[in-house]
């Protein structure tokens, strides 16, 4: 998805990652809301961002990947 985003857009990149949710193989991989989050906050949907960050610090990651996430939200 993110080379889908480097080059065809944050718009694509989000339908990509919409059309992707709800696949039960990926229903506790963080990462596809981590970066749906950053791509909302690309796009400066803040609150629609912090949703889906926040929705990825509840799907399994490690610590440093939940710092990072934290990180994120705090910038918001």
């Known amino acids: 998805m993110v080379a889908v985003w480097k ?3 944050v718009d694509q990149a989000l339908r ?3 059309a992707l949710e709800g696949h039960a193989a990926l229903a506790s991989y963080y990462l596809l809301p981590a970066l749906k989050g950053r ?3 690309i ?4 609150a629609g961002a ?8 509840r799907l399994p990651c ?3 990947e939940r ?3 934290r990180r994120q939200i705090e910038r918001l």
Request: cysteine-free; overall charge negative; charged content about 35%.
């Open 7 to 9: 080059v065809n857009g």
């Open 16 to 18: 990509d990652l919409d």
């Open 39 to 41: 791509l909302l906050a």
């Open 43 to 46: 796009k400066g949907e803040s």
């Open 50 to 57: 912090r949703r889906t960050l926040e929705a990825a610090l």
């Open 62 to 64: 490690s610590e440093p």
């Open 67 to 69: 710092r990072l996430l």
